[in-house]
Protein backbone atom coordinates (compact mmCIF):
# COMPACT_ATOMS: atom_id res chain seq x y z
CA UNK A 1 0.00 0.00 0.00
CA UNK A 2 1.54 3.44 -0.53
CA UNK A 3 2.03 5.77 1.93
CA UNK A 4 0.70 9.06 1.69
CA UNK A 5 1.94 12.19 3.49
CA UNK A 6 -0.54 14.78 4.69
CA UNK A 7 1.04 17.55 5.98
CA UNK A 8 -1.35 20.63 7.74
CA UNK A 9 -1.25 24.10 7.35
CA UNK A 10 0.79 24.59 10.96
CA UNK A 11 3.06 21.69 9.24
CA UNK A 12 2.11 19.02 11.05
CA UNK A 13 2.55 15.55 8.83
CA UNK A 14 0.65 12.49 9.27
CA UNK A 15 1.15 9.52 7.47
CA UNK A 16 -1.45 7.22 5.57
CA UNK A 17 -0.93 3.79 4.34
CA UNK A 18 -3.68 4.22 1.45
CA UNK A 19 -5.25 1.09 -0.86
CA UNK A 20 -4.50 1.55 -4.43
CA UNK A 21 -7.64 2.83 -6.01
CA UNK A 22 -9.25 4.92 -2.91
CA UNK A 23 -9.31 8.63 -3.52
CA UNK A 24 -6.65 10.88 -1.61
CA UNK A 25 -9.69 12.13 0.08
CA UNK A 26 -11.57 8.44 1.79
CA UNK A 27 -7.39 7.69 2.62
CA UNK A 28 -7.89 11.01 4.10
CA UNK A 29 -11.40 10.39 6.13
CA UNK A 30 -10.71 7.26 6.95
CA UNK A 31 -7.35 8.06 8.92
CA UNK A 32 -8.67 10.95 10.99
CA UNK A 33 -6.61 13.76 9.19
CA UNK A 34 -8.01 16.54 10.41
CA UNK A 35 -8.48 19.60 7.24
CA UNK A 36 -9.87 16.70 4.86
CA UNK A 37 -13.82 17.17 5.04
CA UNK A 38 -14.88 15.30 2.34
CA UNK A 39 -18.79 16.42 2.95
CA UNK A 40 -20.19 15.26 -0.41
CA UNK A 41 -18.68 11.91 0.32
CA UNK A 42 -16.70 12.52 -2.95
CA UNK A 43 -18.82 13.03 -5.47
CA UNK A 44 -17.11 16.62 -6.40
CA UNK A 45 -19.60 18.83 -5.04
CA UNK A 46 -18.67 20.65 -2.48
CA UNK A 47 -14.76 20.93 -2.19
CA UNK A 48 -14.29 20.57 1.31
CA UNK A 49 -11.58 18.07 0.52
CA UNK A 50 -9.37 20.59 -1.37
CA UNK A 51 -5.47 20.03 -0.53
CA UNK A 52 -2.50 21.17 -2.56
CA UNK A 53 -0.28 18.53 -4.31
CA UNK A 54 3.36 18.75 -3.70
CA UNK A 55 4.99 20.42 -6.99
CA UNK A 56 6.92 17.01 -7.58
CA UNK A 57 3.58 14.67 -7.37
CA UNK A 58 1.58 16.80 -9.96
CA UNK A 59 2.53 14.46 -12.84
CA UNK A 60 1.34 11.82 -11.24
CA UNK A 61 -2.18 12.52 -10.28
CA UNK A 62 -3.20 13.39 -13.26
CA UNK A 63 -5.07 16.53 -14.32
CA UNK A 64 -8.32 17.82 -13.37
CA UNK A 65 -11.74 17.65 -15.58
CA UNK A 66 -13.89 20.49 -15.63
CA UNK A 67 -16.08 20.10 -13.63
CA UNK A 68 -13.09 20.01 -10.53
CA UNK A 69 -12.15 22.92 -11.90
CA UNK A 70 -15.87 24.25 -11.47
CA UNK A 71 -15.45 23.19 -7.87
CA UNK A 72 -11.80 24.85 -7.48
CA UNK A 73 -13.19 27.83 -8.21
CA UNK A 74 -15.03 28.09 -4.51
CA UNK A 75 -12.07 27.22 -2.36
CA UNK A 76 -10.30 29.36 -0.52
CA UNK A 77 -6.73 30.09 -1.23
CA UNK A 78 -6.58 28.75 -4.48
CA UNK A 79 -2.59 27.78 -5.50
CA UNK A 80 -1.54 26.40 -9.06
CA UNK A 81 -1.57 23.10 -7.21
CA UNK A 82 -4.84 23.29 -6.09
CA UNK A 83 -6.96 19.77 -6.51
CA UNK A 84 -10.04 18.23 -4.78
CA UNK A 85 -8.30 15.19 -3.28
CA UNK A 86 -11.44 13.09 -3.89
CA UNK A 87 -10.53 13.22 -7.86
CA UNK A 88 -7.09 11.75 -7.03
CA UNK A 89 -7.34 8.22 -7.43
CA UNK A 90 -4.31 6.49 -5.41
CA UNK A 91 -2.17 4.53 -7.62
CA UNK A 92 1.38 2.38 -6.61
CA UNK A 93 3.55 5.08 -8.10
CA UNK A 94 2.29 7.96 -5.28
CA UNK A 95 3.77 5.89 -2.54
CA UNK A 96 5.53 9.03 -0.99
CA UNK A 97 3.02 11.68 -2.47
CA UNK A 98 2.87 14.73 -0.23
CA UNK A 99 -0.57 16.03 0.12
CA UNK A 100 -0.34 19.68 1.64
CA UNK A 101 -3.57 21.06 3.30
CA UNK A 102 -5.15 24.50 3.53
CA UNK A 103 -5.98 26.83 6.54
CA UNK A 104 -9.76 26.30 6.30
CA UNK A 105 -11.97 24.58 3.70
CA UNK A 106 -14.71 27.34 3.83
Request: glycine content about 8%; hydrophobic content about 35%.
Amino acid sequence: MPLIFYTSHDGNIQEVHAEVGSSVMQAAVDNGIDGILGECGGSCSCATCHCYVDPAWVAKTGEADSTENEMLECVLEPQETSRLSCQIIITDEMDGMLINMPKAQY
